[in-house]
């Protein structure tokens, strides 16, 4: 048990970047330049606050060692259950926890260079921050009802940081489409918890989970339920069939990029699945549905990244790519790799990021066939890129070697050979397109007065990516294996494990590391950077070339398999026509018919009552003696005898009155 | 035998009807035949001037009744009566401000005739 000064401190992690948010807000147009210290310092006490939890939950503190668990009830429906408010932090969610708060710090840092002198840069932190701090609250969350609140949330925050430069349109319709294509797979999520909660009274993860082994759901509906689930993170990670809004969202500015791609939007899919274990074990075809989608999305999005001229997109595509990867990793059952690689990858993707982003600050061209020779010009950000893009590559010690291979190992150790198979060339690919960047961007001949003339980017930019960098060597060695022959523990295995059930309904066995498959994955990965250096360094032109003789597949691969096109014609069109018959439909018969009808009626009403309003001042008299009259008769029925007298006398008054208008 | 009276029985009649406290119903009607003139001559004369002593008769009208209940409902302690001195610092009032408005609308408009004064027409 944890004593309240704890849970206070636990509860503060997602609301200081809320309050910064508030603040920054509010005030953000006194703060100015110095929203970003103001950003930061709240972000710096969370990642204490997170370390605090890690060190907690991993027994480093006395008295801890166990998850941190406590919560309030928020919502009481008296009989009918309640929705409690909480807090779960096991391994999985304290290596999250850090890993946000860490990447997110480094953002901010490197985004006080790179928005200088942005029109709406205070705003820009504010979003930022609530960014962050939807994403810690998801996290934390131990139940669904908290955890879609939050899931929501970073959903609007990356529509308003994609859509930051809204003045553009390319950049307000990404941010749309990013919002409209998630939101498909959150509303998919939504019904997955509905089911969940008509089925067994519950919204925690933990009571779903017992509920259905205790058999209160199961079979077909149980199944639909996990797959509805899993398509809510396949809105978020960007999985296929819903992968499309990632790369445009490069509009974005690219600190942005940084965050979304390592830390906060599209970890959230990755996460919710592991969070989520128990319940998805339990239907062997919801897993062998994550496997496969997340193969497929691998290899896919590896192929699309191979032609791609914009640096941005390359590394988006990537990003694509390696949460396939965790996707499949949780679909086998690896589920520490998988979650090994989501926070490795968390630190090498967030360092591309910001090399590409150097680069366009110095240079203001996304275009890799602009840039050239940036090597001499830019050269920590040379190696900056470099160590990140062999990281991602997944070559020998880098961070991304450790998770990666892992991946691929229990792919082929769980008799997965197709996706096996489908990883190992993933590698490969994934290896050639990044060193394609890279060789295209640095090194070589300036192609355009832009790279001649590019200098390396302030100390505000080059820290975080110096830090990210030696982040990305090292922070895989956490991991190593026990099998590898260095003496370290896996520390990373011991704290992020999966539930006891979990191991137990898959059927898992430990496998020791094999060396010849590490050996076989690294030197796929070591092809491709061979193969990128033949192409684009030592015979440019060889490259071209290629490309001209497989125009069609160049094609089919640039225009990302014709997703775009194909959902342009089909459910943005469909989606397009629904909109203008309702607006058709608003137009002619609500305001036209409906209102209009109405408003037309009272207005000819009101031409007609229009007359008696003559302004002549007996006339309103002889309306008021008439009313009190009217009045008289109905209140004094009983004098009807003196009323009528009375009326008759009036009357002749009125006649008398009238004969004079 | 008795006397012979000073004056013929109907005449003594007639005198003791004078004599005699009228009856409620005598004001009333009175009352009422004055606020009936009273709403007549607001409603069909055309010199602003006279609908405002016609607005004044129909004002006595009313208080006349007032009185007279006071007076034939003992009970109610001559509540109506106050209430009469109360309009008729109302009725000054309101004569005070409607002459000045009457004035106001001759001066620019050189005419107090009110089917003239029209400009509230909607």
Known sequence: ?661 | MPPMPLVPPLVQQLIDLLVAAPPLEGYLVVGAILFAIGAWGALVRRNAVVVFMCVELMINGVNLTLVAFADYLPNAGGLGASYAVLVIAIAAAEIAVGLAIVLAVFRTRRTVNVDEVTSMRG
């Open chain 1, 1 to 661: 048990m944890q004593t309240v000064g704890q849970q206070l401190i636990i509860a503060a992690i997602p609301v200081l970047p809320a309050l910064v948010f508030f603040v920054l807000a509010l005030f953000g147009r006194l703060l100015r330049e110095n929203a970003q210290y103001v950003a930061i310092l709240g972000i710096t006490v969370s990642l204490v606050f997170s370390v605090f939890a890690l060190l907690y939950v991993a027994g480093i503190i006395p008295g801890g060692g166990t998850p941190i668990e406590f919560s309030v009830t928020w919502i009481d429906l008296g009989e009918g259950g309640s929705f409690p408010m909480g807090v779960y932090i096991d391994g999985l969610a304290a290596v999250m926890l850090v890993v946000v708060c860490f990447v997110s710090l480094m953002i901010q840092l490197y985004s006080g260079g790179f928005m200088e002198g942005d029109r709406r840069f205070a705003w820009y932190f504010a979003v930022l921050n609530l960014f962050t701090a939807s994403m810690l609250g998801l996290v934390l969350a131990p139940n669904f009802i908290e955890l879609y609140v939050f899931w929501e949330l970073v959903g609007l925050c990356s529509y308003l940081l994609i859509g930051h430069w809204f003045e553009k349109p390319s950049a307000r319709d990404a941010a749309q489409k990013a919002f409209i294509v998630t939101r498909i797979g959150d509303a998919a999520l939504f019904i997955g918890i509905i089911i969940f909660w008509r089925a067994t009274g519950t919204t925690s993860f933990e009571g779903i989970s017992e509920a259905a082994q205790a058999g209160f759901v199961g079979g077909l509906l149980f199944t639909a339920a996990v797959v509805l689930v899993f398509i809510g993170a396949v809105g978020k990670s960007a999985q296929f069939p819903l992968h499309v809004w990632l790369p445009d969202a490069m509009e974005g500015p690219t600190p942005v990029s940084a965050l979304i791609h390592a830390a906060t939007m599209v970890a959230a899919g990755v996460y919710l699945v592991a969070r989520t274990y128990d319940i998805f074990v339990q239907s062997e075809q919801a897993m062998l549905v994550v496997a496969y989608i997340g193969g497929f999305t691998a290899l896919m999005a590896a192929t699309m990244a191979l032609v791609k001229k914009d640096i941005k997109r390359v590394v988006a595509y990537s990003t694509v790519s390696q949460l396939g990867y965790m996707m499949m990793g949780l679909g086998i059952g690896s589920y520490t790799a998988g979650i090994f690689h989501l926070y490795n990858h968390a630190f090498f993707k967030a360092l591309l990021f910001l090399c590409a982003g150097s680069i366009i600050y110095a240079m203001d061209s996304y275009n890799l066939f602009e840039m050239g020779g940036l090597r001499r010009r830019m050269p920590i950000t040379f190696w900056a890129m470099v160590i990140a893009g062999l990281s991602l590559a997944g070559i020998f010690p880098l961070s991304g070697f450790w998770s990666k291979d892992a991946i691929v190992a229990s792919a082929y150790d769980e008799h997965y050979y197709v996706l096996f198979v489908m990883a190992l060339i993933t590698v490969f690919l994934t290896a050639f397109y990044i060193f394609r960047a890279i060789f295209l961007a640095f090194t070589g001949e300036p192609r355009t007065e832009g790279a001649r003339a590019a200098v390396e980017s302030p100390g505000i930019m080059v820290g975080p990516m110096v830090i990210l960098a030696f982040f990305s060597v090292v922070s895989g060695w956490v991991g190593i294996p026990d099998g590898f022959g260095i003496p370290v523990k896996d520390y990373f295995a011991e704290l992020v494990v999966p539930s006891e059930f979990a191991r137990e309904t898959l059927g898992l066995e430990p496998h020791p590391f094999s060396l010849i498959m590490a050996a076989i994955s690294a030197l796929a990965g070591l092809i491709g950077i061979g193969l990128a250096y033949a192409l684009y360094v030592q015979r440019p032109e060889r490259a071209g070339a290629l490309s001209r003789r497989f125009s069609g597949l160049y094609t089919f691969l640039d225009k990302g398999w014709y997703f775009d096109a194909l959902y342009g014609a089909t459910f943005v069109r469909a989606a397009k026509y629904v909109g203008r018959m309702a607006r058709e439909f608003d137009r002619r018969i609500l305001v036209g018919g409906l209102t209009g009808g109405v408003g037309g009626l009272v207005s000819r009403f009101g031409e007609l009552l229009r007359r008696l309003q003559t302004g002549g001042v007996q006339n309103y008299a002889l309306f008021i003696l008439l009313s009190v009259l009217i009045i008289g008769v109905i209140a004094g029925a009983q004098y009807a005898f003196l009323v009528f007298a009375i009326i008759v006398l009036i009357t002749i008054t009125a006649f008398a009155v009238g004969s004079r208008l």
